[in-house]
């Protein structure tokens, strides 16, 4: 069975740092699939935040959070990371991280994480 | 960029159908033929149900369908189900090479 499992959500103060890791198993990466960062604050709906094409040489942001995060992969490692930095309270939201079934991003995410939360709060 | 539009809730009782509208702009919806829609029942991870507009992933049901006309996808379900009760977004390409989530749609099947 193909799924993503995100980690490294938790608690931070405003301005703080953290970085998201999602694993592939049963799955090789490989540069054949984008993957992208998904998020959804409490009660609301869900915000595409960041993406990174097959080989990872194509990175895209939101304008929410372009300058404050880092999309990156290692698909030797079949993982995905999202470096968040400069934290901000609207930051907090279960962030799911998605796979594209081709190598552009493109929205047709066919196989979801079930999320890691993450908490921005003094 | 604002989101793409989409009703908040929708309705319909077992058997009917329901279509749920997405509008955009010349810059995503009505530009690309890369919309998507995907189902999030209440506590689980989103689903994919359509892709490219009109293409349905293996072991999605034909009960879904979606189309677009200009700026406005649209997902429809016909002979609901109480199990489709769920929350619904599409999502959009755009020409600033990033994706463009709607505000979603709760269906509720009475």
């Known amino acids: 069975e193909v799924e993503l499992l995100e980690s490294g959500g938790g608690l931070v103060q405003p301005g703080g740092s953290l970085r998201l890791t999602c694993v592939a198993s049963g799955l090789t990466f490989s540069n054949r699939y984008a993957l992208s960062w998904v998020r959804q604050a409490p009660g609301k709906g869900l915000e595409w935040v960041s993406g990174?094409?097959?080989?990872?040489?194509?990175?895209y942001y939101s304008d929410s959070v372009e300058g404050r995060f880092i999309i990156s992969r290692d698909n030797s490692k079949n993982t995905l990371y999202l470096q968040m930095n400069s934290l901000r309270v609207e930051d907090t939201a279960v962030y799911y991280c998605?796979?594209?079934?081709?190598?552009?991003?493109?929205?047709?995410?066919?196989?979801w994480g079930q999320g890691t939360k993450v908490t921005v709060s003094s | 960029q604002s989101d793409l539009t989409q009703p908040p809730s929708v309705s319909g009782s077992p058997g009917q159908s329901v279509t749920i509208s997405c509008t955009g702009t010349?810059?995503?919806?009505?530009?690309?033929?890369?919309v998507s829609w995907h189902q999030q029942p209440p506590g689980a991870a989103p689903k994919l149900l359509i892709y490219e507009v009109t293409s349905r992933p293996s072991g999605v049901p034909d009960r879904f369908s979606g189309s677009k006309s200009g700026n406005t996808a649209s997902l429809t379900i016909s002979g609901l189900q109480p199990e489709d009760e769920a929350d619904y977004y599409c999502v959009s390409y755009t020409n600033n090479t990033t994706l463009i989530f709607g505000g979603g749609t709760k269906l509720t099947v009475l």
């Open positions: 010349s810059s995503d919806v009505g530009y690309y033929n890369r």
């Open positions: 998605a796979k594209d079934p081709a190598p552009r991003v493109r929205g047709a995410f066919d196989i």
């Open positions: 990174i094409s097959g080989s990872g040489g194509g990175t």
